[in-house]
């Protein structure tokens, strides 16, 4: 069964960076079609992030992020990466890596998430 374990969360001010990690493990293969970051402010619905196609590296953004947060993957650690810049106290949020596997019609394994807060 795969799992997903997301680090690099923590407290910083606006204007500072963080870079998000997150690692699948469990499975001797993991056949990922897509992986991405989806956000949870305390009292919002959740919130999509990024995401990135494994295959072919192609990325999305939600627009509130767009210019600012980079997502990418290491393919043979299984690992993909939310680079966050320019952070914004309204990007304080609980970070949740998520996976679609192939064959899923939606995100499927879900890491248990990582706290973002940022002071103004």
């Known amino acids: 069964q795969v799992q997903l374990g997301e680090s690099g969360g923590g407290l910083v001010q606006a204007g500072d960076s963080l870079r998000l990690s997150c690692a699948a493990s469990?499975?001797?293969?993991?056949?990922?079609?897509?992986m991405g970051w989806v956000r949870q402010a305390p009292g919002k619905e959740r919130e999509f992030v990024a995401s990135i196609r494994w295959s072919n590296g192609a990325t999305y953004y939600g627009d509130s992020v767009k210019g600012r947060f980079t997502i990418s993957r290491e393919i043979a650690r299984y690992t993909v990466y939310l680079q966050m810049n320019r952070l914004d106290p309204d990007d304080t949020a609980v970070y949740y890596c998520?996976?679609?596997?192939?064959?899923?019609?939606?995100?499927?394994?879900w890491g248990q998430g990582t706290q973002v807060t940022v002071s103004s």
């Open positions: 998520a996976a679609l596997q192939v064959g899923a019609t939606s995100y499927n394994v």
């Open positions: 469990g499975a001797r293969t993991f056949s990922a079609y897509a």
